[in-house]
């Protein structure tokens, strides 16, 4: 099965688990997507209000038809990591 939503897709978050809360009928934007077996897709979304991201459940999302930029929220930036023969990270 696919997920319902796309990255940097804007959703609001409708539901009645009192953990969302603090973040239902709030606008969001999605920034990752996770699936675990038997319970469905879940979303990293970026709750514009608060300037937080919180991890909903598909059910939880509501779609609004609009998406934003992938520039809204990453910059470019990024850095290097070389890994030794011990696993262990260095910044290159």
Same mark, same amino acid.
């Given at each position: 099965?696919?997920?319902?939503?796309?990255?940097?897709? /804007?959703? &609001?978050?409708?539901?009645?688990?009192?953990?969302?809360?603090?973040?239902?009928?709030?606008?969001?934007? &999605?920034?990752? &997507?996770?699936?675990?077996?038997?319970?469905?897709?879940?979303?990293?979304?970026? &709750?514009?209000?608060?300037?937080?991201?919180?991890?909903?459940?598909?059910?939880?999302?509501?779609?609004?038809?609009?998406?934003?930029?992938?520039? =809204?929220?990453?910059?470019?930036?990024?850095?290097?990591?070389?890994?030794? =023969? /011990?696993?262990?990270?260095?910044?290159?």
């Amino acid at each position: 099965m696919d997920p319902k939503f796309k990255f940097f897709e /804007k959703v &609001i978050v409708s539901s009645d688990e009192p953990s969302l809360k603090t973040i239902n009928g709030r606008s969001g934007a &999605i920034l990752g &997507i996770s699936e675990d077996s038997g319970h469905g897709f879940s979303y990293s979304a970026h &709750i514009y209000e608060y300037g937080e991201v919180w991890v909903v459940m598909e059910s939880d999302l509501e779609p609004t038809g609009e998406f934003d930029s992938r520039e =809204a929220f990453y910059d470019g930036y990024s850095v290097q990591v070389g890994v030794d =023969a /011990k696993g262990r990270g260095t910044l290159g």
